[in-house]
């Protein structure tokens, strides 16, 4: 069987517009609001079923059909995806759980869970043409445009906070990319890249201003799903910065609904930021459809500082629709749980990552989650890549002394 992707149209996630993918798309023309990708998925229900996917390549792009690359040639790829859902029957055991299992997505090219995005948006400009990428990142995600640019022979231009982690910077720098640091955060790195645009003439590949790194991220549901064999579970507790992964998995469970592969159940959708920069718990408590710019953004997460999201509304409507909630924890807190996913299961997680385990023991704590109840942890990065967190001090020994 001939196997090709099924993308329709891209459609405005607010407006309802519609845009023809065969062309370079950023945000919609008239309100500015993210284009998401559309599938024929009538025609893949028809030609295809669940069991088709079983024995396909262990990496994200086993999901080709509902991926919106057109050419398999095009697809840029360090085999990302597939990652394990690891149970943690010690960790459940010590916090009264019995059904709890982390992604863990610290087992990926480039050490986070930006590959996924990074693999999908630069395949889609190499399958348009597009030769000179740039983006703004917190950190991780300038390390993926690096690797993942390099692969496709584009010249690739990043922008980051001056305080991001050094791993992100020489990840990127070794990779080849033009690394600019900027005074401020995210935001103001995302200004700079967007005013590039006409000058330098890149493409700008920044959070949901490009319609593809949501696509890649999406896949992280489809697999949830199918590694549980095809069910999914009560709860999903996801790190939010951008919201590109919620939003994403979102979207992919009503694509798995529309062909059939999933019944009309959904998880409820917990999304953790930091509390030194929560401006989705804010807006969540508060009723509100949007956030609001978070001032002085600080936390140890650099995932999380993210202050305003372009697609807040999304991430906002996901959580209400899907009955879930909004948590904010400390840093402390996120300290804490990293240190306590190494000790009792041997996965050393990313702060962000660490923040979901967190904010699954208030979660238990106040009664939100039921202790029958199966729950997805995501870890969304390596704790290699962050060890300037540890203060780690081993006694030596051997002596020098003649
Ligand atoms: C970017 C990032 C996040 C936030 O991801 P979104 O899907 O954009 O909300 C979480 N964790 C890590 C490690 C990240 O790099
Ligand atoms: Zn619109």
Same mark, same amino acid.
């Given at each position: 069987?001939?196997?090709?992707?099924?993308?329709?149209?891209?459609?405005?996630?607010?407006?309802?517009?519609?845009?023809?993918?065969?062309?370079?798309?950023?945000?919609?023309?008239?309100?500015?609001?993210?284009?998401?990708?559309?599938?024929?998925?009538?025609?893949?229900?028809?030609?295809?079923?669940?069991?088709?996917?079983?024995?396909?390549? *262990?990496? %994200?792009?086993? $999901?080709?059909?509902?991926?919106?690359?057109?050419? !398999?040639? +095009? @697809? /840029?790829t360090?085999?990302?995806?597939?990652?394990?859902?690891?149970?943690?029957?010690?960790?459940?055991?010590?916090?009264?759980?019995?059904?709890?299992?982390?992604?863990?997505?610290?087992?990926?090219p480039t050490?986070?869970?930006?590959?996924?995005?990074?693999?999908?948006?630069?395949?889609?400009?190499?399958?348009?043409?597009?030769?000179?990428?740039?983006?703004?990142?917190?950190?991780?995600?300038?390390?993926?445009?690096?690797?993942?640019?390099?692969? *496709?022979? %584009?010249?690739? $231009?990043?922008?980051?906070?001056?305080?991001?982690? !050094?791993? +992100? @910077? /020489?990840?990127?720098?070794?990779?080849?990319?033009?690394?600019?640091?900027?005074?401020?955060?995210?935001?103001?790195?995302?200004?700079?890249?967007?005013?590039?645009?006409?000058?330098?003439g890149?493409?700008?590949?920044?959070?949901?201003?490009?319609?593809?790194?949501?696509?890649?991220?999406?896949?992280?549901?489809?697999?949830?799903?199918?590694?549980?064999?095809?069910?999914?579970?009560?709860?999903?507790?996801?790190?939010?910065?951008?919201?590109?992964?919620?939003?994403?998995?979102?979207k992919?469970?009503?694509?798995?609904?529309?062909?059939?592969?999933?019944?009309?159940?959904?998880?409820?959708?917990?999304?953790?930021?930091?509390?030194?920069?929560?401006p989705?718990?804010?807006?969540?408590?508060?009723?509100?459809?949007?956030?609001?710019?978070?001032?002085?953004?600080?936390?140890?997460?650099?995932?999380?500082?993210?202050?305003?999201?372009?697609?807040?509304?999304?991430?906002?409507?996901?959580?209400?629709?899907?009955?879930?909630?909004a948590?904010?924890?400390?840093?402390d807190?996120?300290?804490?749980?990293?240190?306590?996913?190494?000790?009792?299961?041997?996965?050393?997680?990313?702060?962000?990552?660490?923040?979901?385990?967190?904010?699954?023991?208030?979660?238990?704590?106040?009664?939100?989650?039921?202790?029958?109840?199966?729950?997805?942890?995501?870890?969304?990065?390596?704790?290699?890549?962050?060890?300037?967190?540890?203060?780690?001090?081993?006694?030596?020994?051997?002596?020098?002394?003649?």
């Amino acid at each position: 069987m001939i196997e090709l992707s099924y993308l329709t149209v891209l459609e405005c996630s607010k407006c309802g517009r519609v845009f023809d993918p065969d062309h370079v798309q950023s945000v919609c023309d008239k309100c500015g609001k993210p284009l998401l990708a559309s599938y024929d998925i009538e025609s893949i229900k028809l030609q295809f079923s669940r069991k088709d996917f079983a024995h396909r390549e *262990a990496s %994200m792009w086993r $999901y080709f059909e509902i991926l919106p690359v057109k050419d !398999k040639r +095009n @697809i /840029v790829t360090l085999g990302e995806g597939w990652t394990p859902l690891t149970p943690t029957p010690r960790l459940g055991d010590l916090l009264g759980i019995s059904n709890l299992l982390v992604k863990d997505e610290g087992i990926i090219p480039t050490g986070s869970f930006k590959a996924r995005g990074l693999s999908a948006a630069i395949s889609k400009a190499k399958e348009l043409g597009i030769k000179r990428v740039a983006l703004p990142s917190a950190g991780n995600a300038a390390g993926a445009i690096s690797a993942y640019g390099a692969r *496709a022979g %584009m010249e690739v $231009y990043v922008f980051m906070p001056e305080d991001a982690p !050094k791993v +992100n @910077i /020489v990840e990127s720098l070794v990779a080849g990319a033009e690394v600019e640091l900027v005074k401020g955060l995210i935001t103001d790195a995302g200004r700079l890249a967007a005013e590039g645009e006409s000058v330098k003439g890149w493409f700008n590949i920044s959070t949901l201003r490009e319609p593809y790194r949501i696509e890649g991220k999406k896949t992280m549901g489809f697999e949830v799903a199918e590694q549980m064999g095809w069910r999914l579970p009560d709860v999903i507790v996801y790190p939010t910065g951008g919201g590109t992964g919620i939003i994403g998995m979102w979207k992919a469970f009503d694509e798995l609904e529309q062909l059939g592969w999933i019944g009309e159940e959904r998880p409820r959708m917990v999304s953790v930021q930091a509390e030194g920069c929560a401006p989705i718990p804010k807006a969540f408590k508060e009723g509100r459809e949007e956030s609001e710019y978070w001032e002085g953004a600080k936390t140890i997460a650099d995932g999380l500082r993210v202050p305003k999201a372009l697609g807040d509304f999304l991430i906002l409507r996901v959580v209400r629709e899907s009955d879930g909630t909004a948590v904010a924890v400390s840093d402390d807190e996120i300290l804490d749980s990293v240190r306590m996913l190494a000790r009792v299961e041997g996965i050393f997680a990313c702060p962000e990552g660490g923040a979901t385990l967190a904010a699954l023991r208030r979660l238990l704590d106040d009664g939100s989650i039921d202790h029958d109840e199966s729950v997805v942890l995501f870890n969304t990065g390596t704790g290699l890549k962050y060890i300037h967190l540890f203060k780690a001090d081993a006694p030596v020994h051997g002596s020098s002394r003649g």
